[in-house]
């Protein structure tokens, strides 16, 4: 059933899979992440970019306990589920019985517990499709790559789960550029999920290694982590930024101080300091398409309008000199 008041996108192509040019993260759905959510409020918000456009809804099964994440966005699409594309990622927050492995991370706690081991791939994407209320992913990704198992082991258990039917595209999320060559070798990668925005450069060699192979890119956090609307103050207990360096006190009011002058450039241009970070991302790169998430319909919709925004050259050469002289303090989120 189609809603008649559902906007349209400009699209864009992640390998096989054409998808709006923004799409939505859901990780903000879920409690633990900026405090306390309810599900009303997930739906809400769920259904709010949908009608503002948004073709690609992005999540994963660690987010949220026990699944919910996913349960949430099984729930809000029932009767939609033809609309939208879900992307959804595996190996981390491990289900009981399976080995952690230590993936290292730039957060206060210092390291995650993740495991790509292909055995448990099905166990993983059966998990999530029924959490979905889906007979398929439309595009799936290991969350990490696991540091002791090779990332082609867990690709081939993908490749499986694709020729069944059960998954459409693969994904890979925070690889290097020579995990993707060796991944695409073993399955055709569409997208590859990673941290990219305004305050966080892409790594050059996986930019050209994604461009030379035909894969999309998939800015996560294209927003800093909500820094980059301009409206992070300070962050408060149950807010995940309390483990993130730039998030603390000092950092955030340099980082603040910093970048004001890019948020004088959205203010002359008349659009919001949001919309100029998701537009800037999307002159990067014709395939890139990030995934904001917000809890507020209203800065749903605001941030899916970026969009239809147009930076000139010399905007995006103005932008690029304020950025190269801008130095973020606190180190990078992962």
């Not at 409690?31 to 503002?52: F, H, K, N, S």
């Not at 230590?102 to 706690?109: H, M, T």
């Not at 966080?200 to 909500?226: D, F, I």
């Not at 959205?266 to 998701?278: S, V, Y």
């Amino acid at each position: 059933m189609t809603n008649t008041h559902t906007r349209s996108l400009p699209t864009r192509k992640l390998g096989g899979l054409e998808v709006s040019a923004l799409g939505y993260g859901a990780m903000v759905l879920s409690p633990g992440v900026y405090g306390e959510v309810d599900d009303e409020r997930g739906e809400r918000a769920l259904l709010a970019a949908l009608d503002a456009g948004a073709t690609i809804i992005d999540t994963s099964d660690g987010y949220g306990v026990d699944g919910h994440n996913e349960q949430l966005i099984g729930k809000a699409l029932r009767g939609r589920r033809d609309q939208v594309a879900i992307a959804t990622k595996f190996g981390f927050r491990l289900p009981e019985g399976v080995e952690p492995h230590p993936f290292p991370i730039g957060y206060a706690f210092g390291e995650l517990a993740v495991n790509g081991d292909p055995k448990h791939v099905r166990g993983y994407a059966e998990a999530s499709l029924r959490g979905l209320e889906t007979d398929y992913i439309d595009l799936y990704y290991p969350h990490f790559p696991d540091p002791q198992i090779p990332l082609e082991d867990t690709v081939g258990a993908v490749a499986e789960l694709i020729r069944e039917g059960l998954v459409r595209h693969l994904g890979l999320s925070n690889v290097t550029a020579a995990q993707l060559r060796a991944a695409h070798a073993v399955h055709p990668v569409s997208a590859v999920q990673i941290e990219w925005s305004m305050w966080k450069p892409a790594e050059p060699e996986l930019l050209a290694a994604a461009r030379e192979l035909g894969v999309g890119l998939v800015p996560w956090s294209p927003l800093g982590a909500g820094f980059l609307t301009g409206t992070v103050g300070q962050v408060t207990e149950g807010d995940f930024r309390q483990n993130a360096p730039r998030f603390d006190a000092a950092n955030l009011k340099a980082n603040n101080d910093r970048f004001a002058p890019v948020r004088g450039v959205a203010e002359e241009l008349d659009i919001t300091p949001a919309q100029l970070a998701l537009a800037w991302l999307l002159h990067q790169d014709p395939n890139v398409v990030p995934i904001p998430g917000s809890r507020t319909p209203k800065h749903i919709e605001e941030n899916l309008a970026a969009a239809h925004v147009r930076l000139d050259a010399d905007v995006l050469a103005r932008l690029e000199r304020i950025l190269g002289e801008t130095e973020v303090e606190g180190g990078t989120l992962l």
